[in-house]
């Protein structure tokens, strides 16, 4: 059941994880988002792309953002965009994941775009629909455009990845994003180092290569590139993970005093949405070193060329 | 009645032979043939496999499995006697529901049913169900299986009256507050995946917690059996060698599943390989392996545990747990450790094992005895087909595996429960 091994030539058919993606692709589709990202800089903010194609938006869990975001890539590509929320449709009636997408498909939709609460539903949609298959978050296990969109960030301010080193603080054990970084971001040539109160970082995470752990956000950022803050879910709280959401803030928060313990030209990173003055500091978010709004913008752009790279030149 | 089989051999000599059947007992071996004549093609014949570990799904489940489907697939697999568990709609908890499947089960002409009933009212773990009520209607064991039971008290006064009736309580071990919402074994796999783990101190924190209870009951002389269901963890296992030495009455049982698959099988995301106990790691199926070996393990059991497709289609966190696959045990674990085990040792763990502990009459082939017996081909291989299961669950994670060692025939009772055709 493993992913084949990665070869430059071989084109993958979906973006789940990076299991059977090469550097070189990935690299690929970092360097056409410069070119997306003139296209966003237009007047006429549109490309004809994937004229004819029908890609949905499939989403079985809530996510305004991320919907948003890819919603507009594709449409910025000319495509038809079916949007499928699970909660106004069949699936609140109790259809199976398999009869939903076996529906979806006899639309003749192309492409999905799918967002799920559990780990390997997307997976299923590759499986069930046999179309391109883009992973917008699936569980805790990955969110892959957020990772390339991080990526480009941290690329974009220091022209390489190469011999970069990023920390990414908060609750771990329950992102999704902090997986996929954690996996791409080695594959690019950079070092992670993922932070957070030991309950909320575990050490099987340990096993991926060029990824390190600490409980210390001190030790977590000394040296750090980029410093990435987790959302904290303050529902976690009910999970008996922490303390307090006080004494939470005071020892990660990703803050101006913090980021002082980081490389002089570091950026500060969130995958939004942010709880202001919990992981993150108001100064922080929106001080100089931030990137956030930036990583928003190159969002959509990662997002058009993955669709390009997956749906354009295929027969 | 009267059957005569032909052109067979026991596992422990290359003589062909012949034995006949009348009344429901082994009348005698290589007498003249009388009756129905029926060619075992050189099989291997052994007492019919015992199961005491099956969910049948009846009362209320009959989508899934219902006794006709559950106890064709047992006779199929070899299996002569099963036990089915009592997580049904409603709860096997009551003493006439006892009664009629054991009825029901004994017109069908398949394996014979031995029905295990609930510890506690409803498997709530609040209050004991009628045991000695439930005995006497012929349950055979007392257990709360996946409910597993969180409250200590009602499972130490269920371990002590159930001691006093000589019947066995069995467990689903494992902690509830461990366990949490995870849905796979916890380890470098699950992290990989970002799928909740289930640690495997789950398992030994609550077998360490039963072997106390057990043990403070033998200091006051009370006879209770503690028998511990589908183990699935080296340490688990540990404890148990570890309270056998010190002469505890706990038995246990492992499940081929757990011996021959393990978490990385998940990587696909495939629901098919979600089970309660979870599939644990290769440390752990080797640790079981030499647990059957030394002795440790009384018994293999399958867990059979059917669904529907659709169930077993959905993602990882909203299907149900378990595995079929009762019908093609025997063959599974013959052809992944015969060599290993010999034939000997499998076929006591799939017979004379499970009626040990549970204080049966020894399976036996001497004339006399009942007429419960098994036709294996131990030499053909054959491709795994879900699509000729009886169970209704026509999947499994071996489809397409060449395995050796099917059933050629099953008589229960002196009657064909299954024939190849």
Known sequence: MTAAPASPSARPRHLLDFQDWSPERLTAILDNADTMLQVLDRPVKKVPALQGLTVCNAFF??????????????????????????????????????????????????????????????????????????????GRRAHPTQALLDAYTVRQEFGSLEGKRVAIIGDVRHSRVARSNAELLPMLGAEVVLCGPATLLPSDLAALPGVTLTSDPKEAVRGAHAVMALRLQKERMGGGFLGSLQEYADTYQVNEALMAEAESGAIVLHPGPMNRDLEISGEAADGARSRILQQVENGQAIRMSVLYHLLVGRD | MTLTITNIKRSNSDKTESVTLENGVIKGWNIPAEGETIDGQGGTVAPALIELHAHLREPGQTEKEDLASGLAAAAAGGYGTVVCMPNTVPVID??????????????????????????????????LAELSYLKDAGAVMFTDDGRTNENARVLRLGLEYAGSLGMVVSVHAEDASLRADGVMNEGPVSEALGLPGNPAAGESARVARDLEILAGLHAQGSKAHLHIQHLSTARALELVRGAKARGLNVTC????????????????????????????????????????????????????????????????????????????????????????????????????????????????????????????????EREVNPAEFKTKAKFTPWAGEMLRGWPLLTVVGGQVAYRRE
């Not at chain 1, 492409?111 to 539903?121: E, Q």
């Not at chain 2, 499947?101 to 773990?125: N, Y």
């Open chain 2, 253 to 380: 049982e492992v499940c081929p599943h757990h011996l021959t698959l393990t978490d990385e099988a998940l990587r696909g995301f495939d629901a098919i390989y979600k089970v309660a106990p979870p599939l644990r790691t290769q440390t752990d199926a080797d640790a079981l392996l030499e647990g059957l070996k030394d002795g440790t393990v009384d018994c293999i059991a399958t867990d059979h545990a059917p669904h529907t497709r659709a169930e077993k289609e959905r993602d990882l966190l909203d299907a149900p747990s378990g595995i079929a696959y009762i019908e093609l045990a025997f063959p599974l674990m013959y052809t992944r450790f015969g060599g290993d085990l010999g034939l000997e040792k499998l076929l006591d763990l799939m017979t004379a094992g499970p009626a040990r502990l549970m204080n049966w009459p020894a399976p036996s082939l001497e004339a006399g005895a009942p007429a419960d017996l098994v036709v294996l081909d131990l030499d053909t």
């Open chain 2, 94 to 127: 009551d003493p006439a529901i006892v009664r009629s499947l054991i009825q029901k089960a004994s017109g069908l002409g398949f394996a014979r049913l031995h029905p295990a009933a609930a510890l506690t009212k409803g498997q709530h773990g609040e209050a």
């Open chain 1, 61 to 138: 869990e809530n996510s305004t953002r991320t919907r948003t975001s890819f919603e507009l890539a594709a449409r910025r590509m000319s495509a038809d965009v079916l949007t499928f929320a699970a909660g106004s449709s069949s699936v609140s009636k109790g259809e199976s994941l398999r009869d939903t997408v076996e529906v979806l498909t006899a639309y003749k939709v192309d492409a999905y775009i799918v967002r799920h609460h559990a780990a390997g539903a997307a997976h299923l949609v590759a499986r069930y629909s046999g179309k391109p298959v883009i992973n917008a978050g699936d």
